[in-house]
């Protein structure tokens, strides 16, 4: 639904006396960051991205993946990280499950992890993760971390 169309929504129910209609504004603005995320996201921004090697994506990628990731994924990516372990309703996938659907799709890992999700995950392309640690922890993701013990 546009902004104008809940925001004529709202007023025609508060000017015909009716009760105001339950909105939930923070699935609007959840489903608003993700247009916005997905107009930001550019494929092109990769284009210019090159490694050494996998190993040198990767280990910058286990950086990464320390200070944005762990806390929700967990340290060996099982999706059991310190909020999940608190008891927070989000379930972070497990990236070490076999079916994991991200495991041979680099690219669709990139945009994912640059997106995020309307179920909790970071938008961390508008978060400020600049392209290239993107790219680098979909390598941690993806390799080490995913065959790791």
């Given at each position: 639904?546009?902004?104008?169309?809940?925001?004529?929504?709202?007023?025609?129910?508060?000017?015909?006396?009716?009760?105001?209609?339950?909105?939930?504004?923070?699935?609007?603005?959840?489903?608003?960051?993700?247009?916005?995320?997905?107009?930001?996201?550019?494929?092109?921004?990769?284009?210019?991205?090159?490694?050494?090697?996998?190993?040198?994506?990767?280990?910058?990628?286990?950086?990464?993946?320390?200070?944005?990731?762990?806390k929700c994924h967990g340290m060996r990516g099982y999706g059991n990280g310190g909020f999940?372990?608190?008891?927070?309703?989000?379930?972070?996938?497990?990236?070490?499950?076999?079916?994991?659907?991200?495991?041979?799709?680099?690219?669709?890992?990139?945009?994912?992890?640059?997106?995020?999700?309307?179920?909790?995950?970071?938008?961390?392309?508008?978060?400020?993760?600049?392209?290239?640690?993107?790219?680098?922890?979909?390598?941690?993701?993806?390799?080490?971390?995913?065959?790791?013990?």
């Open positions: 639904m546009s902004r104008l169309a809940c925001v004529l929504l709202l007023g025609a129910a508060a000017c015909s006396g009716d009760a105001r209609p339950e909105v939930d504004v923070g699935a609007l603005a959840i489903a608003d960051t993700m247009r916005q995320a997905e107009a930001a996201y550019d494929v092109g921004a990769f284009d210019s991205i090159s490694w050494a090697n996998a190993d040198k994506a990767a280990e910058r990628g286990a950086v990464v993946f320390r200070f944005s990731c762990e999940v372990a608190q008891g927070d309703t989000v379930r972070p996938p497990s990236f070490r499950d076999a079916d994991w659907r991200f495991a041979n799709d680099h690219e669709g890992l990139r945009r994912h992890i640059f997106i995020g999700t309307a179920e909790g995950m970071p938008h961390w392309g508008l978060e400020g993760l600049k392209p290239r640690d993107i790219d680098a922890v979909a390598y941690y993701l993806r390799g080490p971390l995913r065959t790791g013990p």
